[in-house]
């Protein structure tokens, strides 16, 4: 199992700028891709990006393709989210997720998660 912390959130203006990072700890961190999911008051969990074990391969969600991106740094065991550009509509939890499927897309997909972090955009 892997465990998974995640910091940099916070409340910032529309047009703004956050970095989340991911902390993993326990197993190998290149063994899992890596995800972001978001989870705004009163709805379902939904993936935000994913990004493959190289770090190589990357998805995201439509509404935040070219204002989003994922990397890794898999020296330091850390994922990223680069948000700009962000929008009141971004606001949510943000969760940190690792899995070793075959896809990196779903929930389903990923088998660990980190605790959140809150993400509060002021229109």
């Known amino acids: 199992q892997v465990q998974l912390v995640e910091s940099g959130g916070g409340l910032v203006q529309a047009g703004g700028s956050l970095r989340l990072s991911c902390a993993a700890s326990?197993?190998?961190?290149?063994?899992?891709?890596m995800g972001w999911f978001l989870q705004a008051p009163g709805k379902e969990r939904e993936f935000v990006a994913s990004?493959?074990?190289?770090?190589?391969?990357?998805a995201y969600a439509n509404s935040v393709k070219g204002r989003f991106t994922i990397s890794r740094d898999n020296a330091k065991n850390t994922v990223y989210l680069q948000m700009t550009s962000l929008k009141p509509e971004d606001t949510a939890v943000y969760y940190c997720a690792a899995g070793t499927s075959t896809r990196y897309t779903r929930l389903v997909d990923f088998g660990s998660w980190g605790q959140g972090t809150q993400v509060t955009v002021s229109s």
């Open positions: 990004i493959s074990r190289t770090g190589f391969s990357t």
């Open positions: 326990g197993r190998t961190f290149t063994s899992y891709h």
